[in-house]
């Protein structure tokens, strides 16, 4: 159990610090009556956001995952200030001894070297060219990457390589990079996706905190599409009787705004995802929290979450096929049956030089 339990914390999606399954103990905090005023390690005081350097020995992940698009992923951050309640990663910060709760999305990890081990690595001879999916686990344009810029040099480092990579996100933050990411465009190096979830502003701010607000995706999201960046939209995550009403409503407004592909991903809940999220729905949503995860488990062949390739993304039954055909009629409505994003071009590669600490003569 997480401790202690309060009516949630502004700005945080988490509503405490719920151990890790790894956790040797687990703390509890007890009110003894002592320092009244003080707020330190008190939960509901807004905790603040704490960086630190890690430094990666390899960047690009490599996965054989059959239900997702991509082989190779790059992720410059661990944890997300964002504070997605839903956030399927949240689950990683257990293999460092830190709460998938708070401690997710106020101990953010930036692999500051990430640049330069991804030139390293792209200058192997024996690498083989296959597009880069940027920021899969957490967001690479979170709030902290405004100063650190680490996804701005990882950009620069695709583009001198004229390398293909895709990337998904929640922050209109993408819009300062649109000088790198539009030459690439040109090129066919580049495909952008914006996760949106909702256009509640409130349901938002509950759901996604410290994203930015959904007008501003769709701006970003016309911005990017007027500069001539492919741009999709994927309705992520679809979560019964909270936000799956507004499918079509989404697809729609990411339409207008230019967005010439979508998708959609149903609500998944692995390991501490689970028990979080429970928590947020009896703080944010108490009336329909059993009838979220009765459908949920309906989903799920009776689980929270079911894991298996193939049924994880969609779910299962009644309602994961009446979704999938509302998906399937709002694409045709709104214009985006059968379009897809132009191929990557991947004959344009050109393995950089690898970083020397003795510098080049020329």
């Not at 890690?54 to 790059?74: G, H, K, M, Y």
């Not at 101990?107 to 296959?130: C, H, M, Q, W």
């Not at 209109?172 to 909702?198: K, N």
């Amino acid at each position: 159990m997480r401790t202690p339990k309060h009516p949630g914390i502004k700005g945080r999606g988490s509503t405490g610090y719920l151990p890790g399954r790894f956790a040797v103990t687990t703390p509890e905090a007890i009110d003894d009556g002592w320092h009244e005023a003080d707020t330190e390690g008190d939960v509901a005081s807004a905790p603040h956001t704490r960086v630190i350097e890690e430094v990666a020995r390899s960047i690009i992940t490599r996965n054989q995952s059959p239900d997702i698009p991509f082989d190779q992923s790059l992720n410059p951050y661990r944890g997300c200030e964002h504070g997605c309640s839903y956030c399927f990663a949240r689950p990683s910060h257990a293999y460092l001894d830190l709460s998938p709760g708070l401690d997710f999305e106020t101990k953010i990890f930036a692999k500051t070297n990430a640049p330069d081990v991804l030139r390293r690595e792209l200058a192997k001879s024996g690498y083989r060219v296959s597009p880069i999916s940027l920021g899969i686990n957490t967001d690479a344009y979170q709030p902290t990457e405004r100063k650190l810029q680490l996804t701005r040099r990882i950009i620069e480092v695709l583009a001198e390589a004229k390398h293909p990579f895709s990337l998904i996100t929640k922050n209109a933050l993408i819009e300062r990079d649109l000088d790198l990411l539009a030459p690439m465009a040109r090129e066919r190096l580049v495909h952008v996706y914006f996760s949106i979830t909702t256009l509640d502003n409130t349901l938002s701010s509950r759901l996604e905190p410290r994203a930015s607000a959904p007008h501003s995706r769709l701006r970003a999201v016309k911005r990017l599409s007027e500069a001539g960046v492919p741009v999709g939209v994927m309705f992520a995550p679809v979560i019964p009787w909270v936000n799956d009403h507004e499918l079509e409503a989404v697809l729609e407004a990411a339409r207008e705004s230019g967005a010439t592909a979508a998708g959609y991903v149903l609500l998944r809940l692995p390991h501490e995802v689970a028990p979080l999220f429970r928590d947020w729905l009896q703080t944010h949503v108490p009336d329909r929290a059993t009838h979220v995860m009765s459908t949920v488990q309906q989903l799920r062949g009776g689980k929270d979450y079911d894991s298996r390739f193939g049924t994880r993304l969609r779910g299962e039954g009644v309602y994961a096929d009446l979704l999938a055909r509302r998906f399937a009629l709002a694409s045709k409505r709104y214009g985006f049956e059968g379009r897809r994003h132009p191929p990557f071009d991947l004959t344009r590669f050109v393995r950089p030089r690898a970083s020397s600490p003795q510098g080049e003569l020329f």
